[in-house]
């Protein structure tokens, strides 16, 4: 036999085997806002998961797997986290960590539901994700109802007898968080002053801000992303307004930061308690850091959504997501930001928000760590 022939044929085998290899791979996925207006997020997210399964794979996979990375991108655009969701369910894909807004996580999940995908949010909020009894939803991060009533009461206690407004965004993210936290301050006793919405991706706020420096406003909540609050925080600054702005978890990236400058110093939100300080992330923490990443945010949350799928495919013996989240919903799982167990919504039960407040230097820190 010639050597060429000989070379073509060991040649082929190696790709055989490199092919068998890929098929042997159990492909998970992460979809969030890889492009657009949240990609700070969706970087925070693709960081987290990247993190996950190469410990896993390093501890010896899943089910005698190692695990294959699928990325997708939803903008935060509903239509397309959608059409994302029905992509991955048609790939077979077992389990999704995502998406980042709650606008695409809520239409994702019926697509989801109908192809046997089990779907864990690290960020979406909105309380509707996982109230509407599907069998194939659960997150690690906390719902708006909790955060704002967190924010609420330290508005309360620490703004007695200010003026407060609130804005929104009018996405379901942005306006179901306002609402909630309208809802618990009007239950406290506070009566806002002002009640506006804007849309996500304007960038003139100035006759809002007109509108608040009329009305005498200390305090102004915005229902809303980061990039929005920090144009409108800017515009306050400019037309010489001292109002303290507040918003929800979505302002967790130092992208706010690089948006208002040293003026974002005193801008207050709610957000879990900061994973990276947690005795159970330390491991982890460091590793990213050696990686010149700092794993602020959702970044430790996408990791702990894959540490309880991984956990509790393994104890079930399986990757069905069926079965996969009757183990989860019936057991408690050690992650980075602690030991999660869930109700048979699938929210869980450990999370309590605080508040954090932005320094001049472009970082941000807890203020009232027990909830005060």
């Known amino acids: 036999m010639k050597p060429l022939k000989l070379f073509g044929l060991a040649l082929g085998a190696t790709l055989a085997l490199s092919t068998a290899a890929l098929a042997d791979d159990l492909t998970i996925a992460v979809a969030g806002p890889m492009t657009g207006t949240e990609s700070a997020f969706g970087r925070q997210m693709k960081n987290g998961a990247e ?75 909105n309380p509707t994700f996982t109230e509407r009894k599907l069998w194939n939803v659960a997150r690690v991060c ?14 309360a206690k620490n703004f007695k ?14 306006k179901g968080l306002a609402d909630e936290t309208k809802k618990a301050l009007n239950k406290a006793g506070v009566t806002e002053k002002l009640y506006e919405s804007y849309n996500k991706g ?24 980061h990039q929005e609050a920090g144009l409108i925080l800017r ?24 948006i208002t400058g040293p003026a974002g110093e005193g801008t207050l939100f709610t957000f879990g308690p900061d994973p990276r300080k947690k005795p159970t992330a330390a491991s982890i923490v460091d590793k990213f850091k050696a990686k010149n990443i700092d794993p602020e945010g959702y970044t430790l949350y996408t990791y702990a959504a894959m540490q309880v799928w991984s956990q509790a495919a ?37 999370l309590d928000y605080v508040v954090y407040k932005w320094d ?13």
């Open 51 to 125: 993190m996950a399964v190469a410990d896993i794979n390093a501890a010896g996979g899943v089910l005698g797997k190692k695990l294959a990375l699928d990325t997708e991108d939803d903008a935060c655009d509903p239509k397309q986290a959608r059409s994302v969701a029905e992509k991955i369910a048609g790939q077979g894909i077992p389990f999704v960590a995502g998406h980042y807004c709650s606008s695409s996580s809520i239409p994702a999940s019926e697509a989801y539901a109908d192809g046997n995908v089990l779907q864990i949010t690290p960020a979406s909020t």
């Open 142 to 155: 906390g719902r708006d109802d909790q955060q704002g009533a967190v924010a609420a009461a330290y508005i």
């Open 161 to 174: 007898g200010k003026n407060i407004a609130i804005l929104n965004d009018k996405t379901t993210y942005g």
């Open 202 to 225: 304007d960038k003139d706020f100035n006759a809002i801000v007109s509108r608040l420096k009329r009305e005498n406003i200390d305090l102004v909540y915005v229902g809303g992303y």
């Open 235 to 258: 515009q306050m600054r400019d037309q010489g307004l001292k109002t303290i702005l507040m918003a929800g978890d979505a302002m967790a990236d130092k992208e706010y930061a690089s």
């Open 314 to 350: 393994k104890k079930a013996g399986t990757a069905d997501a069926k079965k996969v989240m009757d183990t989860i919903k019936a057991g408690s799982w050690d992650t980075v930001i602690g030991k999660l167990q869930y109700d048979s919504k699938g929210d869980i039960k450990q």
């Open 360 to 372: 001049a230097s472009g970082n941000y820190a807890e203020i009232n760590p027990k909830g005060s």
